[in-house]
């Protein structure tokens, strides 16, 4: 730009800042008048010049309204005086709304595929999808101070609807092989189970958290302790829960 400003930073005028960012020199006097975003300094005529440093405080401020975070909480937000970690915190937040959008759409995909083969899915399957895991909470109370509980949410922070997709097919793949083991009559402590129980061990060690073979013999013990999860998993075939306790319980034995 041909102006500088006294820092020897480039100055913008309002309409050239304006149009740089994509919005209106409205907003730009509307932030100004609330405090938000004031100009560095002014021309010799009195017109508004922006500096880069004023530009970067633009950038984060449209970053959160990307996000829809009111003006004054962003006023708050910006008092941190770490840039670096102030953005950190934003990215996060806007990772996090990433994978939730990313588990939406695989629910709708998953709606859309079934209902084009004629299949839909059921009302408690397409609702379940939309709802918040009401087991989340309480897993962060009960295991939130642990090394498992960690590294599980720090791996599973960047996993798109792809991988999430990959590890449910998965797992229902080894779901699937121990009902046709139990209802087939093979003895949870058999051969052909601990195998399958190995296998479901590494299923969780790889996408989730390093699991010991004592660690994977305690689900059973969390399964009994609380009947909600024996239910989600009888869904799959009744008396499932028990048959992979007691598989995995043989299988670290």
């Known amino acids: 730009m041909d102006n500088q400003t006294t820092s020897n930073q480039t100055a913008y005028t309002i309409g050239q800042l304006a149009a740089l960012a994509g919005v209106t020199t409205k907003t730009l006097r509307h932030y100004d008048r609330i405090g938000l975003l004031h100009p560095t300094g002014r021309s010799e005529a009195g017109y508004r010049l922006y500096s880069d440093n004023d530009g ?39 990772k996090q709304r990433r994978r939730k959008l990313d588990g939406l759409i695989y629910h709708l995909e998953e709606m859309i595929r079934l209902e084009k083969k ?15 895991n009401p087991y989340e909470d309480e897993a962060r109370d009960k295991w939130g101070d642990t090394d498992a509980w960690k590294e599980s949410q720090r791996r599973v922070k960047s996993y798109t609807a792809t991988d ?24 949870a402590k058999s051969a052909e189970a ?37 239910h989600n998993i009888d869904k799959a075939g009744v008396g499932l829960a028990e048959y992979m306790a007691a598989a995995f319980r043989a299988a670290a034995e």
């Open 164 to 187: 999430w997709e990959q590890y449910k097919a998965e797992a229902a793949d080894i779901n699937e092989r121990f009902v046709a083991l139990m209802q087939g009559g093979v003895p």
């Open 56 to 94: 970067h405080r633009l950038a984060e401020i449209l970053a959160h309204r990307a996000l829809d975070v009111p003006l004054e909480q962003i006023a708050i937000l910006l008092a941190e005086p770490k840039r670096a970690d102030r953005l950190s915190a934003h990215l996060e937040e806007m």
């Open 118 to 132: 004629g299949v839909p899915m059921s009302a408690h399957d397409e609702l379940n999808g939309f709802a918040h």
């Open 194 to 230: 601990c195998e399958l129980a190995e296998e479901h061990r590494q299923l969780i060690s790889q996408w989730f958290y390093e699991c010991s073979p004592q660690m994977h013999a305690g689900f059973g013990d969390m399964w009994d302790a609380d009947p909600r999860f024996k």
